[in-house]
């Protein structure tokens, strides 16, 4: 299984970014979908999962802010970050599992390549 990333850059404190990840039609009607993020150093955390018929659960540092949507007719999962701030500058993962308490649990069984993003104050 293949997760593509992408949607990563550079913004201003207070600004948006939507990332994307895209997946084969096959798996992605079935499968739970979510995204962590990971600081050089620092370990890789949940940010939000989507279930399979689109039920959303967010970190705490992220709810409010960012928005987890999927999109079957595309097989793309988004994230919309708002209110971007200099924490949350991170490489950010797509990830999925047939079980969202998998993704919940920070051991989905696949995971895409990271997108960078960046915050500046």
């Known amino acids: 299984v293949q997760l593509q990333a992408s949607g990563g850059g550079l913004v201003q404190a207070g600004g948006s970014l939507r990332l994307s990840c895209t997946t084969s039609?096959?798996?992605?009607?079935?499968?739970?979908m979510g995204w962590f993020r990971q600081v050089r150093g620092k370990e890789r955390e949940f940010v939000a999962v989507?279930?399979?018929?689109?039920?959303?659960t967010y970190a705490d540092s992220v709810k409010g802010r960012f928005t987890i949507s999927r999109d079957k007719a595309k097989s793309t999962m988004y994230l919309q970050m708002n209110s971007l701030v200099p924490d949350d500058t991170a490489v950010y993962y797509c990830?999925?599992?047939?079980?969202?308490?998998?993704?919940?649990?920070?051991?989905?069984?696949?995971w895409g390549q990271g997108t960078l993003v960046t915050v500046s104050s």
């Open positions: 039609e096959r798996i992605f009607p079935s499968f739970a």
């Open positions: 989507i279930t399979h018929d689109g039920r959303p």
């Open positions: 990830a999925a599992d047939g079980k969202s308490r998998d993704i919940l649990r920070g051991s989905p069984d696949y």
